[in-house]
């Protein structure tokens, strides 16, 4: 079956970093579009980023410049790294993609950035 397990999350300060990993399995990995999305308690989730099967890039205007988005087809990865981290980033982040109409997401993984 379809899975996908996040990692790489963590506590961290306001202008630090992280890389959230996603890996991916129960599909053909390369030939899928992937997304990141993250969901504040009590707010409704949010696309980040997302990523074609081709490599093409889109962000939210909230993360661009500082959020990078890649995929490893090898290791059936997807990617998010996060530079230049703000208090407003603290969320549970998802990574998900989409199968023949259905949205599969993984089980998510903490960000939170102190201010």
């Known amino acids: 079956q379809v899975q996908l397990v996040e990692s790489g999350g963590g506590l961290v300060q306001a202008g630090e970093s992280l890389k959230l990993s996603c890996a991916v399995s129960g599909v053909t990995f390369s030939d899928k579009n992937m997304g990141w999305y993250r969901q504040d308690p009590g707010k409704q989730r949010e696309l980040v980023a997302t990523?074609?099967?081709?490599?093409?890039?889109d962000y939210d205007v909230s993360v661009k410049g500082r959020f990078t988005i890649s995929r490893d087809n090898a290791k059936s990865t997807v990617y998010l790294e996060m530079n230049s981290l703000k208090p407003e980033d603290t969320a549970v982040y998802y990574c998900?993609?989409?199968?023949?109409?259905?949205?599969?997401w993984g089980q998510g993984t903490q960000v939170t950035v102190s201010s």
């Open positions: 998900a993609v989409d199968i023949r109409l259905r949205r599969y």
């Open positions: 990523i074609t099967s081709g490599g093409s890039v």
